[in-house]
């Protein structure tokens, strides 16, 4: 009868263990789920916006007009578009490389588009992974927002530069 209590005593320790892992392991996964609007406002970055000049040619670009409604989701803590739905991201990446205006097209904004997408992958990843930690997840989406920001900024400086007429002497 002693030996029967012990085992059951030691089982009983034993699923105790597993308990605690479950719960550490839902408390990850809560906190990856967990990223407010408070906590993507408070991430330190610069944001650029279109200049006028840019602003009007991107008014016919759909596929930007859906990346920069994506960014905005991403700021308001709305991340459903990353979660298990790869193929529409990757449909989306692929029209937005295939419909790049003419006006735009150069090495330096394909760079940005590049890095841009990297980042979008990144966090789909990070959205996907359920061992993601908040830290790691406020990381990736700080990385997607400076890219797309940065994706900003260089089509300013291709507007600014093309609008500056130099004369030779």
């Known amino acids: 009868m002693k030996i029967i209590n012990a085992l059951f005593l030691l089982y009983c320790l034993t699923a105790c263990n597993d308990v605690k892992t479950d719960s550490s392991q839902t408390k990850q996964e809560h906190d990856a789920q967990i990223v407010s ?9 610069i944001e650029f916006v279109l200049d006028a000049k840019a602003e009007k040619l991107f008014e016919t670009w759909a596929k930007y007009i859906e990346i920069q409604n994506l960014t905005t989701n991403i700021k308001q803590g709305d991340l459903s578009f990353f979660k298990d739905n790869s193929e529409l991201l990757i449909a989306l990446i692929e029209d937005f490389k295939a419909t790049v205006p003419e006006q735009i097209d150069s090495p330096s904004i394909w760079v940005r588009i590049k890095a841009l997408e990297t980042k979008m992958y990144k966090l789909e ?3 996907s992974l359920p061992t993601t930690n908040k830290q790691d997840l406020t990381a990736s989406i700080k990385e997607l927002l400076i890219a797309f920001s940065n994706f900003n900024l260089q089509i300013n400086k291709k507007f600014e530069k093309e609008s500056q007429n130099i004369q030779k002497p």
């Open 37 to 45: 609007k408070e906590t993507i406002s408070n991430l330190d970055f």
């Open 125 to 127: 990843s990070a959205v």
